[in-house]
């Protein structure tokens, strides 16, 4: 009967032209609303283009935004301006967090640019203010969840943007994973006492859902990400926080507070959204070790990605490929040390995603740079005897009684036929480096080594190893045979790029033994046998440094002569060899003076470059050493990642003091390490006057490898000797 009766009832024609016109609405909302979003991102990129106050500047229209809606009264403009907002929003955090890194390139530049976390704190924290005070104002407890996770993202950001310049850290060890996840633990412990004393308060019964589902979201991804690292006692303490917290939630009598007054599923999915959204924060702007490696990885897959669905002719500057012309403009400012004295001949370079530079040199430590492509960069500057230092601002202007000044890494933008001024470095000394010889070098029993190409070369040999940073490090020790005297003979010092004790590094260093020189053959870790080290650059310079220090002492060989040392490398292993050169280059005078020389085997001088070539395809790298070209990816972008790549280019660390005679070896078909490598070293060794001899092979690959017999091998050794004797007389 009831059925009957319903069935019965007449449409509502007035109902019904009702709700088509509210459908109308909203949709016509949309669309003004989107307008307006658009015109504001033209007039941005028009009058700006900071990446860096993009962010803020979007927060705070949001902000203004939210401020009008309650002076309007048509509903309609209400509904405008409150989409209008969250659009802003949603590009303000993506912006905030450098999820633009993720887009193609263009569309990244115009609605997220990738460095536009460096003006992320601003951005979130004018946020959480504006959620924080409309959720007071409205009782809604979600706007309290969206402040709550701004104001965490702002102080993550801000932490992680300045670790940034010191990249790469230590590899994260068990015990800072347990401390990182201690985080989320005492975030939920927080949020948990926060909601209990709200609840049993009876006050703001509203706001208690939000830190009840922040408690459980906190604890939950804590305790699975812990249980995953195995990190049993973090997983246990996060594991208890979850259960207290959903008992007390579910068994509490929440009618004053109507916490389940909505769906159960609509709460669960508000702890996932936080869950997802905190794990977002993470893995978008931690600045661990291994975090950085993927994050990079995943954004160059990304983009290859775009490529394969949009074409790579439409990303020539991601390829290192030509480009149209392009406007230019300048950026101009001051590199001083820590007391504000003006540092000359400092090295300050830019670069595009591809690895392109625009460098300057420094004079009465001002510096400008032209012909700039429009675009925004994170420059960075270089000089011998300095730390590398990144560009950074300060806020004397807006917090004037702030001291010491708040400073911050700064982006420069670059616009058209315009002076980006005031991009200033701040550079500090490296610091006098002291002999320390350690107590831990064993060495094992003499044994006989011998090769008969190029020529017969007997030698004696022993492994050898020391402890340092809580890692056993081992290598071998090559001496002349007992008939050659009882010396003192040079020690030359060489890092391998694969292990020491392998047939073709020992063709090597047998017969450079044989004719007069104590050899100490060592591997770095970076392609070692502790992979849990990784990229650990500082861990691999504290080790080759010990290596130079048990050297210098004389414990190596009663044979050898702790006054004549001579560093070599080759391929990538002698980014190692001027790492430490590069430490040892303030170390006093007499310390200094025992290194005679240094050998590079077609060796990387400018890392920005390399990887500008192999953006282009100008360079291959043999299916057998992948895990090179794996590490190119990981590094990263080289306008979003600079550090690395200047740390890693010798080539800008270099004045007439600053290295010892160097032998410089190449050959022309070398396709793992071009050879316009070691042209651009010798090129800028020669200005600066340095001493150097360059030798450029043209029919053999790579670089010294006495497993062949070839003429051309046999001269390289030849060489190799003649230039040893010459820097160790």
């Known amino acids: 009967m009831l059925k009957e009766q319903t069935a019965s009832l007449p449409s509502n024609p007035v109902q019904n032209s009702f709700i088509k016109p509210k459908a109308t609405q909203l949709f016509l909302a949309f669309g003004i609303a989107g307008l307006g979003v658009f ?159 709200v609840s049993f308060s009876g006050q703001g019964g509203w706001s208690a859902k939000t830190f009840w589902r922040w408690a459980a979201g906190s604890a939950a991804l804590g305790g699975g990400v812990a249980l995953y690292f195995q990190q049993n006692e973090v997983s246990l303490r996060c594991g208890l926080l979850l259960i207290i917290t959903l008992a007390i939630a579910l068994g509490y009598n929440f009618k004053k507070i109507k916490l389940l007054s909505l769906a159960p599923f609509i709460q669960v999915g508000a702890v996932l959204l936080i869950i997802v959204s905190l794990f977002t924060l993470y893995l978008s702007t931690a600045e661990q070790l291994e975090t950085v490696l993927a994050r990079n990885t995943l954004e160059r897959y990304s983009q290859k990605g775009w490529w394969w669905l949009l074409g790579e002719d439409r990303f020539p500057a991601q390829r290192g490929l030509k480009l149209e012309a392009k406007a230019t403009g300048t950026i101009t400012g001051r590199v001083t040390d820590e007391n504000d004295n003006g540092i000359d001949k400092a090295e300050i370079v830019v670069s595009d995603p591809s690895g392109l530079t625009y460098t300057a040199t420094s004079s009465s430590g001002n510096y400008t740079i032209t012909n700039v492509p429009v675009g925004n960069y994170l420059p960075m500057a270089a000089r011998a005897g300095y730390l590398d230092a990144s560009a950074t601002g300060d806020m004397k202007a807006l917090v004037v009684f702030v001291r010491p000044m708040i400073r911050y890494r700064l982006v420069a933008s670059v616009r058209g036929g315009q002076t980006t001024n005031h991009v200033d470095f701040m550079m500090k000394k490296r610091e006098v480096y002291q002999i320390q010889p350690g107590n831990s070098l064993k060495l094992g029993e003499v044994t006989e080594a011998f090769r008969d190409n190029p020529i017969p070369s007997p030698a004696l040999r022993r492994t050898f190893s020391f402890e340092n940073e809580g890692l056993s490090k081992s290598g071998l020790v090559y001496e002349p045979t007992a008939d050659k005297g009882a010396g003192p003979f040079p020690i030359l010092i060489i890092v391998y790029p694969g292990a020491a004790t392998s047939p073709s590094w020992e063709g090597v260093s047998i017969p450079l033994a044989a004719q007069g020189f104590v050899v100490v053959a060592y591997q770095p870790e970076l392609f070692g046998p502790h992979p849990e080290r990784g990229l650990n650059l500082k861990g691999d310079v504290s080790d080759m440094l010990q290596l130079y220090n048990y050297a210098k002492s004389g414990q190596f060989s009663q044979r050898g002569d702790p006054q004549k040392i001579v560093i070599t490398g080759g391929s990538v292993s002698t980014v190692y060899t001027y790492l430490l050169l ?89 396709s793992i390490v071009p050879v316009v490598q070691t042209n651009l070293l010798a090129g800028l060794m020669d200005k600066l006057h340095i001493q150097k001899k360059l030798l450029i092979y043209q029919d053999i690959e790579h670089y010294l490898d006495t497993s062949k017999r070839d003429p051309a091998q046999l001269d390289m050794l030849n060489q190799t000797i003649e230039f040893l004797k010459q820097v160790t007389q």
């Open 39 to 197: 015109l504001w991102l033209i007039i941005w990129q028009l009058l700006f283009g900071a990446a860096q106050w993009y962010g803020l500047c979007l927060a705070l229209t949001t902000a203004i935004l939210y401020l009008t809606k309650h002076y309007v009264k048509p509903r309609f403009a209400k509904i405008a301006i409150t989409i209008a907002a969250a659009l802003f929003v949603g590009l303000a955090i993506s912006t905030s967090l450098s999820l633009g890194a993720f887009l193609p390139f263009g569309i990244a530049d115009f609605i997220s640019p990738a460095l536009g976390r460096f003006g992320g704190f601003g951005a979130l924290m004018v946020l959480a203010a504006t959620f924080a005070i409309r959720a007071i104002s409205t009782k809604k407890s979600y706007l309290l969840d969206l402040a709550l996770f701004c104001t965490i993202a702002a102080a993550w950001v801000a932490v992680n943007t300045t670790a940034q310049a010191q990249f790469p850290p230590a590899p994260t060890t068990k015990e800072l994973w347990a401390a990182i996840l201690d985080l989320l633990f005492w975030l939920g412990i927080c949020c948990f006492l926060i909601a209990m004393t």
């Open 582 to 670: 590069r430490e040892l280059e303030n170390s006093t005078t007499a310390d200094k003076a025992a290194i005679k020389g240094g050998i590079m085997y077609g060796g990387l001088a400018d890392m920005y470059r390399y990887r500008y070539d192999w953006d282009r395809g100008g360079l291959y790298i043999d299916p057998g050493i992948q895990d090179l070209e794996s590490l190119l990816i990981a590094f990263g972008r080289p306008d979003l990642r600079p550090e690395i790549y200047m740390r890693f280019s010798p080539y800008y660390h270099l004045e007439k003091d600053s290295l010892p005679p160097l032998l410089l070896v190449h050959t022309s078909k070398d």
